[in-house]
């Protein structure tokens, strides 16, 4: 039987971006960690049977993705690099940027992995990273006195999240709860979502978040994953409002 919708054709990926995939490829399989040399721009023509504009564009691309470091001068040359946490969470940034998410698909997916976050840190943190917590609780301890400081609470309390993903001994979970705690910082400050006024928010995440820390440190992983998950549902409730008020004033404005 014929199919009457087929399937569209994917975009032609260029030359240079091939030869940058088949590059990546050499490195796996080799195992090279970061820091290591690669071959020379003659030795890579000849490796994959490319011209040398299609060499230096695919180390291009590479070098724009974090993935090779290139350094001039005696010993220089192109080498093995690692993308930072910060580089990585920058790029996929600039893709959700344009996605216009909501808090809702923010809160959907917080939800799932910062219960489980929470839980797997009981009982395994160290005495100065339950100080380090209890810290940054302590600054947004009083209501705020200004839309500027509101907004500074907000992304501190933000940071308590960050900090908790960066204890994590899972990367991929780490990465998931650090780069959403990213993008409601950005959503926070783009949307002014600190405006109008919100104490309950504020007061509401401090409580549960101290009880956090508590059953951090006592190590009861079901009672860090309740709290974590009560605070997850209050919080989205509560910035759900904030956003239909904020939208509501940018309407009428």
Same mark, same amino acid.
């Not at 009457?4 to 195992?31: C, E, F, G, M, Y």
């Not at 291009?60 to 993935?67: D, F, N």
């Not at 209890?134 to 940071?159: F, N």
């Given at each position: 039987m014929t199919d009457t919708n087929p399937k569209p054709a994917l975009p032609r990926r260029s030359r240079p971006v091939q030869v940058a995939d088949q590059i990546k490829d050499w490195v796996v399989d @080799?195992?090279?960690?970061q820091g290591a040399k690669l071959p020379n721009e003659a030795e890579m023509i000849a490796l994959f049977g490319v011209s040398k504009g299609t060499v230096r564009e695919a180390m291009r691309i590479l070098e724009a993705q974090?993935?090779?470091?290139?350094?001039?001068? *005696?010993?220089?040359g192109s #080498?093995?690099? =690692?993308?930072?946490? +910060? @580089? %990585?969470?920058?790029?996929?940034? $600039?893709? #959700?940027?344009?996605?216009?998410?909501?808090?809702?698909?923010?809160?959907?997916? @917080?939800k799932v992995v910062e219960p489980e976050l929470a839980a797997?840190? %009981?009982?395994?943190?160290? *005495?100065?990273q339950i100080a380090d917590l209890r810290g940054l609780v302590q600054q947004y301890d009083r209501p705020a006195e200004s839309p500027e400081e509101e907004r500074?609470? !907000?992304?501190?309390?933000?940071? #308590?999240?960050?900090?908790? %993903? =960066?204890?994590?001994r899972n990367p991929l979970l780490a #990465?998931?709860?650090s780069f959403m705690a990213r993008i409601l910082t950005?959503?926070?400050?783009?949307? @002014?979502?600190? =405006?109008? !006024? $919100? =104490? +309950?928010?504020r007061a509401r995440g401090q409580r549960h978040q101290l009880d956090l820390v508590e059953a951090l440190e006592a190590g009861d992983a079901a009672r860090a994953e309740a709290i974590m998950r009560s605070h997850m549902l209050g919080a989205e409730a509560l910035m759900q409002r904030q956003e239909a008020q904020v939208m509501r004033r940018f309407i009428a404005e």
């Amino acid at each position: 039987m014929t199919d009457t919708n087929p399937k569209p054709a994917l975009p032609r990926r260029s030359r240079p971006v091939q030869v940058a995939d088949q590059i990546k490829d050499w490195v796996v399989d @080799r195992d090279l960690k970061q820091g290591a040399k690669l071959p020379n721009e003659a030795e890579m023509i000849a490796l994959f049977g490319v011209s040398k504009g299609t060499v230096r564009e695919a180390m291009r691309i590479l070098e724009a993705q974090g993935l090779i470091v290139t350094r001039t001068g *005696p010993g220089g040359g192109s #080498f093995v690099g =690692e993308v930072s946490l +910060e @580089r %990585a969470k920058s790029l996929l940034a $600039n893709y #959700f940027y344009f996605q216009d998410l909501s808090v809702s698909d923010i809160y959907q997916m @917080r939800k799932v992995v910062e219960p489980e976050l929470a839980a797997s840190l %009981a009982g395994v943190l160290t *005495p100065d990273q339950i100080a380090d917590l209890r810290g940054l609780v302590q600054q947004y301890d009083r209501p705020a006195e200004s839309p500027e400081e509101e907004r500074d609470q !907000h992304i501190d309390s933000l940071k #308590f999240h960050a900090k908790l %993903a =960066e204890y994590s001994r899972n990367p991929l979970l780490a #990465f998931m709860v650090s780069f959403m705690a990213r993008i409601l910082t950005d959503l926070t400050v783009y949307r @002014r979502l600190y =405006e109008p !006024h $919100n =104490e +309950e928010l504020r007061a509401r995440g401090q409580r549960h978040q101290l009880d956090l820390v508590e059953a951090l440190e006592a190590g009861d992983a079901a009672r860090a994953e309740a709290i974590m998950r009560s605070h997850m549902l209050g919080a989205e409730a509560l910035m759900q409002r904030q956003e239909a008020q904020v939208m509501r004033r940018f309407i009428a404005e």
